[in-house]
């Protein structure tokens, strides 16, 4: 069976993405809001740690929400993408 190499560090991409989602990045000071890494920012620091791998927005948000299942764990508020308005060429 051909397994995919891990990193030096050993871990697995589920161990690194479940960190990344944990992680505060900072504080917002009107709300008070821990406000941690967008899905995209995970996504690139998880193909700069595992190169070739392959893995969705949607795995980030399926693993998101099995954290917060946990009620130990407190997910920090992430930044939502803004939806683009009459993004049309008219």
């Known amino acids: 069976m ?10 697995t991409i589920r161990e690194a993405s479940e960190e990344l ?3 505060t990045v900072r504080v917002d000071e ?3 809001r821990n406000i941690g890494y967008p899905y995209e920012a995970i996504l690139n620091r998880i193909f700069d740690e595992f190169p070739g791998c392959v893995t969705t927005v949607k795995c ?3 693993y998101a929400v099995h ?3 946990d009620p130990e764990v ?5 930044p939502r993408k803004r ?6 060429d008219g």
């Not at 995919?4 to 560090?9: L, V, Y």
């Not at 407190?74 to 992430?78: A, D």
């Open 2 to 11: 051909d397994e995919t190499p891990r990193p030096p560090s050993g871990r």
């Open 21 to 23: 989602l944990l992680e």
């Open 30 to 32: 009107r709300t008070g």
């Open 60 to 62: 980030l948000r399926w």
């Open 67 to 69: 954290l917060n299942r």
């Open 74 to 78: 407190r997910m920090p508020f992430r």
């Open 83 to 88: 939806p683009v308005i009459g993004g049309g």
